[in-house]
T-cell receptor, first 117, second 110 residues
Framework: KAGVTQTPRYLIKTRGQQVTLSCSPI?????VSWYQQTPGQGLQFLFE???????NKGNFPGRFSGRQFSNSRSEMNVSTLELGDSALYLC????????????????FGPGTRLTVL | KQEVTQIPAALSVPEGENLVLNCSFT??????LQWFRQDPGKGLTSLLL?????REQTSGRLNASLDKSSGRSTLYIAASQPGDSATYLC?????????FGAGTRLTVKP
C-alpha cells in the first residue's frame, strides 16, 4: 500500500506570494492533518480535515487555510507569505472512527520544504 | 493547554546499550500517545501507538509504556544500533489536536 505523498517536495517563494501544497493520504484513510515544523517552534498542528470538513484548527492566522476533496486528498494554502513561514510542512493521514474522533495511528508524508525569501 | 516535554534533549550511547527515552504531558485527558522517529530533513515514521486504555506496546526491540495518571510515557530501545540514530518524538492526541514534544536526538556510536 502506498504511503502518504506530498507535492511538491521543495518550494522557494518570495514574501507576499501565495503557495498551495498538496497531500494524498493512504488509500482508505479519510482524515488528513497538517503540521508545520520549524527549528524554533518544533511541530505545530495546523488543521485536520475529515469528509471534506475542517474538524479542528490550530493557533495559526487566517492566512493558512486548507481544503479536502471527495477522494480525501487535501491541499493547504498560505497567502501573503512571510519569512517566518519558512518551514517543513507535514501532512499525516489516519483512519477515523464513525464517531468522528481520531483514535488511530497517524502516518506522515515526507513533507514539503518551503523557503520564503 | 496540553504541554509535552521530552527528556533528555540529546543522548549519545555506544552500540549495544539499552536506553530509555522519556515523555511527559500535563493533561491526562488524551486519546492516545504515539512515538515517532525522524531522520534529518525527512518526515516522521510511526513507531508505536498506545491508546489511552493501554499500558504498553511492543514492536521488535522497542517497548513503549504509558501511565496516564502521572502523565508519563517511556520508550525503551533494546540493544541499540547505529541505525537507531535519529530524533525521537512523542505526541499526544486529545480532543482538538495533536501535541508534540521537542524530541530527543539519539546518537548510537559504533
Amino acid at each position: 500500500k502506498a504511503g502518504v505523498t506530498q507535492t511538491p517536495r521543495y518550494l522557494i517563494k518570495t514574501r507576499g506570494q501565495q503557495v498551495t501544497l498538496s497531500c494524498s493520504p493512504i488509500s482508505g484513510h479519510r482524515s488528513v492533518s497538517w503540521y508545520q515544523q520549524t527549528p524554533g517552534q518544533g511541530l505545530q498542528f495546523l488543521f485536520e480535515y475529515f469528509s471534506e470538513t475542517q474538524r479542528n484548527k490550530g493557533n495559526f492566522p487566517g492566512r493558512f487555510s486548507g481544503r479536502q476533496f471527495s477522494n480525501s486528498r487535501s491541499e493547504m494554502n498560505v497567502s501573503t507569505l512571510e519569512l517566518g513561514d519558512s518551514a517543513l510542512y507535514l501532512c499525516a493521514s489516519s483512519l477515523r472512527t464513525s464517531g468522528g474522533r481520531s483514535y488511530n495511528e497517524q502516518f506522515f508524508g515526507p513533507g514539503t520544504r518551503l523557503t520564503v525569501l | 493547554k496540553q504541554e509535552v516535554t521530552q527528556i533528555p534533549a540529546a543522548l549519545s550511547v555506544p552500540e549495544g546499550e539499552n536506553l530509555v527515552l522519556n515523555c511527559s504531558f500535563t493533561d491526562s485527558a488524551i486519546y492516545n500517545l504515539q512515538w515517532f522517529r525522524q531522520d534529518p530533513g525527512k518526515g516522521l515514521t510511526s513507531l508505536l501507538l498506545i491508546q489511552s486504555s493501554q499500558r504498553e506496546q511492543t514492536s521488535g526491540r522497542l517497548n513503549a509504556s504509558l501511565d496516564k495518571s502521572s502523565g508519563r510515557s517511556t520508550l525503551y530501545i533494546a540493544a541499540s544500533q547505529p541505525g537507531d540514530s535519529a530524533t525521537y518524538l512523542c505526541a499526544v492526541k486529545n480532543n482538538n489536536d495533536m501535541r508534540f514534544g521537542a524530541g530527543t536526538r539519539l546518537t548510537v556510536k559504533p
